[in-house]
Each structure stands twice: as structure tokens, then as C-alpha cells.
């Protein structure tokens, strides 16, 4: 399957993180630093997710800016590269907090990887049911990297929440 782009529509929730997560997760652990979105739910029952915030490497703001008549169905974010002092491939105690203050589950995308879900009822997380097994990873993940697939920088389009200036690369 093709990687697509924020805003395109998918059939399941677990299809736009996958998505996100391959759009995202090279350019974040390249640049180390975290993207952050939110999933959301079209009239017609599909899924999609925002433009990413750009945020530091250890935290960003979520994109809530969903377009009218849909639904915020969940958050998702990447964790960066491979860094010491972090517990970098699981959800923090900040993630959590957040998912529950919404009451929906969260997704977070590892520099191993690997995309989680953290269950707000159970306070557990885990890999969903039809999470990719393609997602870019760091090679500095070392035992707990899942993949082979290098991450490089894809120049996908995100915001800084600081200016809210959005960078599309690709396109210059």
C-alpha cells in the first residue's frame, strides 16, 4: 500500500496510523524530534488524520484542527530517534495522562518501529490488531528494533506550532 497524506481517507482507524506512521516516523527520527496528530472521523465513516505538529524531542502539541461535521477519534504521535535518557518505544506517563484526560485511546509510533495503542479503559498498551510491521526504524534501537526499514527523511508537510508556518518540502 502507497503512503498517502494528511487529510486523504481510510477505511479503519488502525489504516490512517499506519499511514501516519509511515509518513512520519523517518523525517522524525532523522530530525529528532516528535509529530503529532489527531485521527479523526469523515461524515461518510472514513478516517483521516492532521497535518502533523513539529514539536522538540521530548514532546509535541497535537494538531486539533479537524475539519467541521467529523469527529476527533484518537491522537498519534512519533517519539523521535533512539535517545538516551528516554524510554523512547513506550507510551510516557504525559501520553497517558493526555489519552485519559480525552477518554480515547492514544497511538504512539517508536523509534523501533513499532505503532501502540494505549487502551484508556485497561491503561494498557500494546500493538493493535493490523498495526504495519513497515514502519521506518532507528538503527540505534539495537534488540528492540522490529524492522530493517531505514528511516530517511521524506519531507513530509507539517506545522510549527510556535509560528503555525507550515513546511511542504517536497513541493519547493
Not at 55 to 66: D, L, V, Y
Not at 115 to 129: A, G, M, Q, R
Not at 141 to 157: H, L, M, Q, Y
Amino acid at each position: 500500500m502507497r503512503v498517502m497524506d494528511p487529510g486523504d481517507k481510510f477505511k479503519t482507524k488502525i489504516e490512517a496510523a499506519n499511514d501516519f506512521a509511515k509518513y512520519y516516523n523517518g523525517t522524525s527520527i532523522v530530525k529528532g524530534k516528535e509529530f503529532g496528530s489527531a485521527i479523526y472521523k469523515n461524515e461518510d465513516g472514513t478516517y483521516s488524520y492532521t497535518i502533523a505538529y513539529i514539536g522538540s524531542k521530548a514532546g509535541t502539541e497535537i494538531n486539533e484542527n479537524i475539519p467541521e461535521k467529523s469527529s476527533r477519534e484518537s491522537a498519534i504521535h512519533t517519539h523521535g530517534k533512539e535517545d538516551k535518557g528516554y524510554d523512547n518505544n513506550n507510551f510516557s506517563e504525559t501520553d497517558k495522562s493526555a489519552a485519559e484526560s480525552y477518554g480515547q485511546n492514544e497511538y504512539v509510533v517508536t523509534p523501533s518501529g513499532q505503532l501502540k495503542e494505549y487502551d484508556v479503559t485497561t491503561k494498557t498498551s500494546s500493538e493493535p490488531t493490523g498495526a504495519s510491521k513497515t514502519i521506518p526504524s532507528d538503527k540505534k534501537s539495537g534488540e528492540a528494533r522490529v524492522n530493517e526499514v531505514k528511516a530517511k527523511d521524506t519531507k513530509p508537510i507539517y506545522i510549527d506550532p510556535k509560528t503555525n508556518e507550515t513546511y511542504n518540502e517536497k513541493k519547493k
